[in-house]
């Protein structure tokens, strides 16, 4: 790791606000360099001078100091970070962060910062818990925020649980992982995935029962590696993968629009099951049931192929389209034919047949298909299908897997 690289670590008003001298500490050892920012919570637990001694740098705090300002203004503070960090990460600077808020240094250069941002939470286990929390984290989340930890243990407040900051040695972990630029680093990918609900009247709608399960591991990994990423998910209930940039759509439409809206991308990965069809027409009251009437007839119109229209030619074609196929026989045949029909470079052909599990389960076995041929994959996880996918796509583009 090159000594150039900069944190700007800011360190909240927690009980484990001391552990941050640890993360300065070890993070130093491995050649980062910081910038500290204390809050005036975090300024009660740990001194500025103790945070000044191990980062070698004068501490930040007050927005409003002048000589700060004079000497470096929060702008420039963030504009010459390679990574911005929280940790501990209170409730109370999380629920800032989701909603913006700006009230002192740190919360403003967090919302006029445009750098990767690892946070580490640290909280009461009930608090953590707490709804409010969750949607604070799955906000962050879905803005491409990093999170390392919480873990479980006993908690200072004397109380065991979920909310135990990670160990200084993770965050420091996490953060060479977030700064040493992975494999796909430098390139842009666009994944759907989960199952699309076309709406009948406004409660009734066509589905499917696609966890989006692989669609999310894929998404995942493709940004461990470094690429830029965007999950278009459909209603799933697997969480926003950290570190992608999440769309929640429900229709085919709605997925469709924000695939194109995604792109210029490098990478485009279909993995989403889209309903072929929607209703022709949206009712716009709830269908009334009539006593001893006929049931409704739904005429159904044809969806459009999300596959094939990224993977049509055109200047805004992905350099490398890949396509799922689940077949209940003659896998590879019919997998050939679909990725020539939707001229997509590469698919992943998996047998969906019932004793197989696939649809919604943990696991998924795969014939790798490309223009020269095909391969057939062991039974992976579905995490682990989604690494081995994005060393290949790595691979294809030429750059090596660490
Ligand atoms: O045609 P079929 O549904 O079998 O093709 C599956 C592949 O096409 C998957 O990659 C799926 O995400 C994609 N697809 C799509 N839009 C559709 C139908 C399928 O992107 N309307």
Redesign the pocket.
């Known amino acids: 790791m090159s000594a150039s690289k900069r944190v700007l670590l800011i360190i909240a008003g927690g009980i484990a606000a001391y552990k941050a001298l640890d993360v300065i500490r070890r993070g130093r050892e491995r050649g980062l360099t910081f910038r500290v920012i204390l809050t005036k919570g975090g300024a009660q637990f740990v001194t500025p001078l103790s945070v000044s001694a191990l980062s070698g740098h004068k501490v930040y705090g007050d927005l409003f100091s002048l000589t700060d300002e004079a000497e470096m203004g929060h702008i420039r503070l963030v504009r010459e970070a390679d990574l911005v960090v929280v940790a501990p990460a209170t409730a109370d600077i999380i629920a800032k962060m989701a909603h913006g808020l700006a009230d002192d240094l740190a919360t403003t250069a967090l919302l006029a910062n445009d750098r990767p941002v690892l946070i580490a939470p640290s909280m009461n286990a009930v608090m953590w818990a707490h709804p409010a929390v969750q949607a604070n984290i799955a906000t962050l989340r879905a803005r491409g925020v990093f999170t390392v930890g919480p873990g479980a243990g006993d908690l200072a407040c004397g109380e065991v649980g979920d909310g135990r900051l990670a160990d200084p040695l993770d965050i420091v972990g996490a953060m060479l992982a977030r700064l040493a630029p992975g494999p796909l680093a430098g390139l842009k990918a666009l994944v759907?995935s989960g199952p699309t609900f076309e709406a009948i009247d406004p409660v009734r709608f066509i589905g499917n029962r696609s966890s989006g399960k692989q669609g999310h591991a894929i998404a995942a990994a493709l940004a461990a590696a470094g690429a830029a990423t965007t999950l278009i998910s459909g209603p799933t209930a697997e969480p926003d993968p950290a570190g992608c940039k999440v769309i929640h759509i429900e229709s085919?439409a709605e997925m469709l629009a924000a695939a194109q809206n995604a792109l210029p991308a490098d990478i485009a990965i279909?993995?989403?099951?889209?309903?072929?069809w929607r209703p022709a027409h949206l009712a716009n009251q709830k269908m009334k049931k009539r006593e001893g009437g006929e049931p409704p007839r739904i005429e159904l119109a044809t969806?459009?192929?999300?596959?094939?229209t990224l993977a049509a030619a055109g200047p805004q074609r992905p350099r490398l389209v890949v396509?799922?196929?689940?077949e209940t026989e003659r896998v590879v045949e019919f997998a050939q034919v679909?990725r020539a029909k939707?001229q997509c470079d590469w698919i992943l052909a998996n047998d969906v047949s019932p004793q197989t599990g696939t649809f919604g389960g943990a696991e998924n076995e795969v014939h790798f298909i490309t223009a020269s041929g095909a391969e057939a994959w062991p039974r992976l996880s579905k995490r682990e299908l989604a690494a081995r996918l994005a060393a290949r796509i790595a691979d294809h583009f030429g750059k090596s897997v660490a």
């Open positions: 759907t085919a279909c993995a989403a099951a889209v309903s072929d969806n459009p192929d999300i596959l094939a396509g799922f196929a689940a679909k939707k």
